[in-house]
């Protein structure tokens, strides 16, 4: 895991729970404080190059922004995964763009882009071995609430045109 503060301490602690090597580096981390999490502290090559699953748990400030770009992205495993909840804009999202289209790496999980909302456009919404969502990765109970009635009402509206006989406005968000 890339960081290893208060909830990439909660995602080391899970992996624990499921006998996981855990692994983790940044720029602050040492030796000691990730042994208190039952990590193992490893230098930034050691963990791009051993992590089958690569967890991006740091702020976003000038000294993360693009911490992992093509050099990063080379030491990966063919089949490692980078799952980014984070910010965007620590991961380069060009780099990460070529990295995925070449297979150099198995495949990322994102809910945080550069832009955000992610355009209709974009790559991340087309490459197979991308899983994208929208910026959900940190809730409260107002975007819960906005989440599930807009649910709802969207299910209502649909239910309500195929009662009338009208064909779905699939393509409607509210």
């Given at each position: 895991?890339?960081?290893?503060?208060?909830?990439?301490?909660?995602?080391?602690?899970?992996?624990?729970?499921?006998?996981?090597?855990?692994?983790?580096?940044?720029?602050?981390?040492?030796?000691?404080?990730?042994?208190?999490?039952?990590?193992?502290?490893?230098?930034?090559?050691?963990?791009?190059?051993?992590?089958?699953?690569?967890?991006?748990?740091?702020?976003?400030?000038?000294?993360?922004r693009g911490i992992i770009g093509s050099s990063e992205l080379a030491l990966m495993k063919?089949?490692?995964?980078?799952?980014?909840?984070?910010?965007?804009?620590?991961?380069?999202?060009?780099?990460?763009?070529?990295?995925?289209?070449?297979?150099?790496?198995?495949?990322?999980?994102?809910?945080?882009?550069?832009?955000?909302?992610?355009?209709?456009?974009?790559?991340?919404?087309?490459?197979?071995?991308?899983?994208?969502?929208?910026?959900?990765?940190?809730?409260?109970?107002?975007?819960?609430?906005?989440?599930?009635?807009?649910?709802?009402?969207?299910?209502?509206?649909?239910?309500?045109?195929?009662?009338?006989?009208?064909?779905?406005?699939?393509?409607?968000?509210?």
């Amino acid at each position: 895991m890339l960081g290893l503060g208060k909830i990439g301490a909660r995602v080391a602690a899970i992996g624990n729970a499921f006998g996981m090597r855990v692994i983790a580096w940044s720029q602050n981390l040492t030796p000691e404080a990730a042994a208190a999490h039952g990590v193992q502290w490893v230098d930034k090559e050691a963990l791009l190059s051993q992590s089958d699953y690569l967890t991006v748990h740091l702020l976003l400030s000038d000294r993360t922004r693009g911490i992992i770009g093509s050099s990063e992205l080379a030491l990966m495993k063919s089949t490692a995964i980078l799952i980014n909840t984070s910010r965007g804009p620590i991961v380069d999202e060009k780099a990460l763009i070529e990295a995925l289209r070449h297979e150099a790496i198995g495949g990322a999980a994102l809910d945080v882009y550069e832009v955000e909302p992610l355009p209709a456009d974009h790559p991340f919404r087309f490459l197979r071995n991308v899983l994208p969502s929208p910026h959900i990765g940190y809730v409260s109970e107002r975007l819960y609430r906005t989440f599930y009635e807009d649910t709802v009402r969207n299910l209502r509206q649909w239910l309500s045109d195929q009662s009338n006989g009208a064909s779905p406005n699939l393509n409607a968000v509210t």
